[in-house]
Nanobody, 119 residues
Framework: QVQLVESGGGLVQAEGSRRLSCAAS????????MAWYRQGPGKQRELVAR???????RYLESVKGRFTISRDNAKNAVYLQMNSLKPEDTAVYYC?????????????WGQGTQVTVSS
């Protein structure tokens, strides 16, 4: 079983920056896609950014040009660099991975980290 540990959340002023990190641990697994989701107050969870195993990235339209997702395969880690933050970016951010283990395909979620952007 793979476990995800997130870090980097907190309070930041508008136009500020924040970097989220997520590290996966476990045994006998190979990560496919890595992604960040978020869920704002009273909103549904939405995909913020995703990076595939070949490095292809995709972003939520509202964060394009401000957020950058990256992965470090050697560390089984994924990062989300968030710049020019806006109050509407306030949300709990969740790390998500899809991975292979013993020929089966799984998905795992982190516990979530709160990002609050003050105006």
């Amino acid at each position: 079983q793979v476990q995800l540990v997130e870090s980097g959340g907190g309070l930041v002023q508008a136009e500020g920056s924040r970097r989220l990190s997520c590290a996966a641990s476990g045994s006998r697994f190979s990560i496919d896609t890595m992604a960040w989701y978020r869920q704002g107050p009273g909103k549904q969870r939405e995909l913020v950014a995703r990076v595939d195993s070949d490095g292809t990235t995709r972003y939520l339209e509202s964060v394009k040009g401000r957020f950058t997702i990256s992965r470090d395969n050697a560390k089984n880690a994924v990062y989300l660099q968030m710049n020019s933050l806006k109050p509407e970016d306030t949300a709990v951010y969740y790390c998500n991975i899809d991975y292979y283990s013993d020929s089966y395909y799984y998905t795992a979620w982190g516990q979530g980290t709160q990002v609050t952007v003050s105006s």
